[in-house]
């Protein structure tokens, strides 16, 4: 037997069929010795990870960040930290080894379906606040990636867009 095994419970599934199943996979897991058993939501899926990642691209190349006092173009990741900590609502600080401070981010890996949902729909809104133009359609359907607006970070400020 594998160390783990996983097994998808859902509102409409029949709980004696579950139960059988887990009855079952305790049973033959406690062959091999002590067991953990864990009851967890769905972290996010395999289809929000590339949509969010898309739309923290479309961000990041069209939007420039403030990065120690300079509008600059960040990197998609730079943005996740910015985006995660927004949904945390909350900032976590650790001084940094040689006396500079780091920001603390979310692991989004680590976010429910839910979380990550509602995490896409601030990233939508904040980008619609800034007229980005999505590589992916609100529907998931993908599409190739835009260029980025303007070479300059200063051209497309919030308060100076382009309405065309």
């Known amino acids: 037997m594998s160390d783990e095994g996983r097994y998808t419970i859902r509102p409409d599934d029949s709980l004696s069929r579950s139960m059988a199943w887990l009855r079952a996979m305790i049973e033959r897991g406690l062959q091999g010795g002590e067991l953990v058993v864990m009851f967890k939501r769905p972290r996010r899926s395999t289809e929000q990870n590339r949509k969010l990642w898309a739309m923290l691209r479309d961000v990041a190349r069209q ?61 939508y809104a904040y980008g619609s606040e800034w007229g980005v133009e999505w590589s992916e359609p609100a529907d998931g359907q993908g599409t190739d990636a835009p260029e980025p607006v303007s070479p300059d970070p200063l051209a497309k400020t919030k308060g100076n867009q382009d309405d065309g």
Request: proline share 2%; hydrophobic share 45%.
């Open 63 to 123: 939007i420039p960040l403030t990065i120690d006092g300079e509008m600059v173009w960040a990197d998609e990741t730079d943005w996740k930290d910015v985006f995660t900590a927004a949904y945390r609502r909350e900032t976590r600080v650790a001084r940094g080894l040689n006396g500079g401070v780091v920001m603390l981010g979310m692991r989004t890996s680590q976010m429910s379906q839910a979380a990550v949902s509602d995490l896409i729909e601030m990233i």
